[in-house]
């Protein structure tokens, strides 16, 4: 989860992990520097750097098929 404060308003807000999977998915095939989006108060455009939202991107760990077994 990462904290983002909105310059114009102050207005802290929270993005969690399954809207930073979104954002990285829309931006995987550029080389993005900023993400911009809108503050949810004031609707002033945000930049978030895309360095900032890599380190807490988390992707989806795909799921073990149910006859595999480690023993």
């Given at each position: 989860m990462l904290q983002v404060r909105c310059?114009?308003?102050s207005w802290h807000?929270?993005?969690g992990r399954d809207v930073?999977?979104?954002?990285?998915d829309e931006i995987k095939d550029?080389?993005?520097v900023h993400y911009q989006m809108d503050c949810p108060k004031c609707r002033?455009?945000?930049k978030i750097q895309t360095?900032?939202?890599k380190r807490f991107y988390r992707p989806?760990?795909?799921p073990e098929p149910e006859g595999a077994d480690s023993a």
């Open positions: 310059q114009n308003c807000f929270t993005l930073i999977a979104g954002i990285m550029t080389k993005a002033h455009r945000i360095r900032q939202l989806a760990a795909a």
